[in-house]
């Protein structure tokens, strides 16, 4: 078992700056690969980054990329996801997860076995 716990969601205006943290706990989760999905009101979840184990190889959604930086402390077991440029269709509940490492980082949630509690990201226009 995996436990992640996500820290850092809050209030921004548009054209701001959050980051959130992942701490992972339990078996082994450095040679997970994590990342983060998202989920707003209405909408499915989706993908928006990850991180292999080694923190060598990284990949985003299209929606995020230029803007959000995935990044991992595997001495500290945490993840994060450095947020800027934020735009009010960046608004959603965003979990960190952890799944086995596969050949390409998975963008798919049935692909990840570990899902943290959430946190509220709300980006005010």
């Known amino acids: 078992q995996v436990q992640l716990v996500e820290f850092g969601g809050g209030l921004v205006q548009a054209g701001g700056s959050l980051r959130l943290s992942c701490a992972a706990s339990?078996?082994?989760?450095?040679?997970?690969?994590l990342g983060w999905f998202r989920q707003a009101p209405g909408k499915e979840r989706e993908f928006v980054a990850g991180?292999?184990?080694?923190?060598?190889?990284?990949r985003y959604a299209d929606s995020v990329k230029g803007r959000f930086t995935i990044s991992r402390d595997n001495a500290k077991n945490t993840i994060y996801l450095q947020m800027n440029t934020l735009k009010p269709e960046d608004t959603a509940v965003y979990y960190c997860?952890?799944?086995?490492?596969?050949?390409?980082?998975?963008?798919?949630?049935?692909?990840?076995?570990?899902w943290g509690q959430g946190t509220q990201v709300t980006v005010s226009s």
């Open positions: 991180i292999s184990w080694s923190g060598s190889t990284t």
């Open positions: 997860t952890a799944g086995p490492t596969r050949p390409r980082i998975g963008v798919d949630g049935v692909e990840y076995d570990y």
């Open positions: 339990g078996r082994t989760p450095n040679i997970y690969t």
